[in-house]
């Protein structure tokens, strides 16, 4: 069961990525939250075959002394899954197409049109049942007939999860070659692409894994073959803003989109097993600080603009150090690099990747490419914005704590030319502008030439802890003394 799990985890993340990328993608759509939250229990199949498992596993004689290989098993099971098993689902799977069958069991997994490897998992349990009665008919026939092995069971349960998730994975991975080597392996095997068109089309491709019996009952979609050359030529989707961001923590990578769902959609909360997890989050931070590269988390799309998250593989902590800075940026740069070739736009610089003491908000980029056609965005204006819209109307003063950011002379700058007053802490101080503004990006430097600064108490000095008002005091001797010194 553990196996299956993690199986099952791999194609999940491989699809997030592939459909994330682009590249060979073949429904061009995105998710829709209810598919999301539809498809978000799907262990309820994974608990009912442990039981049956478990139950076969104590009561079937011998079971529990399997050899580990055994021929004629093997060639039985291949058999009765090419023979019965995908005859008897080809017309079961008609039946359940019939509109009686359809509106009270089969629409359920027929409402996620673009699929996703959980999507082979998604069905009333009745059809589960159905579905673990069919499968059942080589193992237990080989139980039975005492031709039973572990290979022939664990790899037929393989076998069988590979399949699904790969026909639900949406993009196409099976390479050409495979079918000019081997031409009746198109009847033998169904590609992503196959399976895709029954979910768009309903009425065609109702074969389990192997396409055969569409071919002898006249169901066989004719865009098959089409589709599936359309999708292995799709080359990798061009974006239009990529936002470039990093990891934080080392659990961060957890949180991803490409890991596990219950913990993506929680991006800020730590849960107390991730700490059991510290080998495995040991190991990728070793990778990641080797062999990282930046790579793509998700895509999304706003009307017809399309957007794409990357991450650069470098941690909260290494950004703090000096001898990481150097690197840093080179990954910074060469992302922008790639989202130019891609075609990108905007850059929009998120989190850490944007500071002043790393690259100057995105400054060092510019000057080193003075030709950079794509647009570098660290959303201090957004920020801005923000901060002056949510200043009620009538408002004569403001007063602004905290570090004196870019985004802190931009507002105050923004402020002043409404002509509110700006107060500072600790001390009180407002500006006027003298003159009107230089267009162009506002930088501190260019805040301070407009500004006039003058030093008042302040009448909340009263209000302050012994420790704030030492800190003051420190702060207005320095002030004064550096203010006496420059004049
Ligand atoms: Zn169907
Ligand atoms: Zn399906």
Redesign the pocket.
């Known amino acids: 069961m553990l196996w299956r799990m993690f199986h099952n985890q791999i194609w999940i993340s491989l699809s997030r990525y592939r459909t994330a990328t682009g590249s060979n993608r073949i429904v061009d759509k995105g998710l829709e939250f209810d598919q999301v939250d539809r498809e978000r229990n799907w262990d309820d199949q994974i608990l009912f075959n442990a039981i049956l498992f478990y139950l076969g596993n104590k009561y079937v004689p011998g079971s529990s002394h399997l050899p580990l290989w055994r021929t004629d098993g093997v060639i039985l099971t291949i058999l009765l899954h090419a023979g019965p098993v995908e005859f008897l689902y080809y017309w079961l799977h008609r039946a359940l197409h019939h509109h009686f069958l359809y509106s009270r069991y089969h629409s359920h ?2 409402s ?1 049109i673009v ?1 996703e490897p959980i ?2 998992v998604i069905h009333p349990f009745a059809e589960h049942i159905a579905y673990f009665a069919l499968f059942a008919i080589p193992l237990s026939t080989i139980a039975l007939s005492g031709t039973a092995s572990i290979a022939a069971i664990a790899g037929y349960i393989t076998y069988v999860d590979l399949m699904n998730n790969m ?2 994975c949406n993009f196409e991975l099976i390479p050409n070659w495979l079918f000019s080597v081997f031409p009746p392996l198109k009847y033998l095997m169904y590609t992503p692409s196959y ?1 895709s068109l ?2 768009t089309q309903f009425r065609t491709n109702y074969a389990l894994f192997m396409p055969f019996y569409d071919y002898i009952y006249g169901t066989m979609d004719k865009s098959s073959d089409t589709l599936y050359e359309n999708s292995l030529e799709r080359k990798e989707e061009s974006p239009d803003v990529v936002h470039l961001t990093h990891l934080t923590t080392p659990e961060s990578i957890y949180h991803l989109r490409l890991g596990f769902a219950s913990l993506a959609s929680k991006p800020y909360s730590s849960t107390w097993y991730l700490c059991l997890l510290w080998p495995l989050t040991f190991w990728f931070m070793i990778l990641t600080c080797f062999y990282g590269r930046t790579f793509v988390v998700e895509r999304s799309r706003f009307d017809k603009i399309r957007l794409q998250t990357w991450a650069i593989p470098k941690y909260k902590i290494q950004y703090h150090l000096k001898w990481q800075k150097e690197s840093i940026n080179n990954l910074i740069q060469e992302a922008i690099l790639e989202a130019k070739e891609k075609g990108a736009r905007v850059l929009s610089l998120g989190l850490l990747n944007q500071v002043e003491e790393l690259n100057r908000y995105g400054e060092l980029y510019v000057h080193k490419h003075p030709q950079l056609k794509v647009k570098l965005v660290d959303g201090s204006s957004l920020a801005v914005a923000v901060v002056l819209n949510s200043i009620p109307k009538g408002t004569t003063q403001v007063l602004l704590r905290g570090n004196l950011s870019k985004v802190a002379y931009a507002v105050a700058f923004a402020l002043c030319q409404k002509g509110i007053q700006v107060v500072g802490h600790p001390f009180a101080c407002y500006c006027s502008l003298l003159g009107s503004p230089k267009k162009g990006q506002v930088t501190p430097s260019a805040y301070n030439a407009n500004c006039q600064l003058r030093l008042t108490f302040c009448p909340f000095f009263i209000c302050l802890t012994p420790l704030e008002a030492l800190t003051l005091i420190m702060h207005c001797f320095l002030t004064v003394s550096h203010f006496l010194i420059s004049s």
Do not use: A, E, P
């Open positions: 997994h027929h996620s699929t999507t082979s026909g639900h399976h029954h979910h």
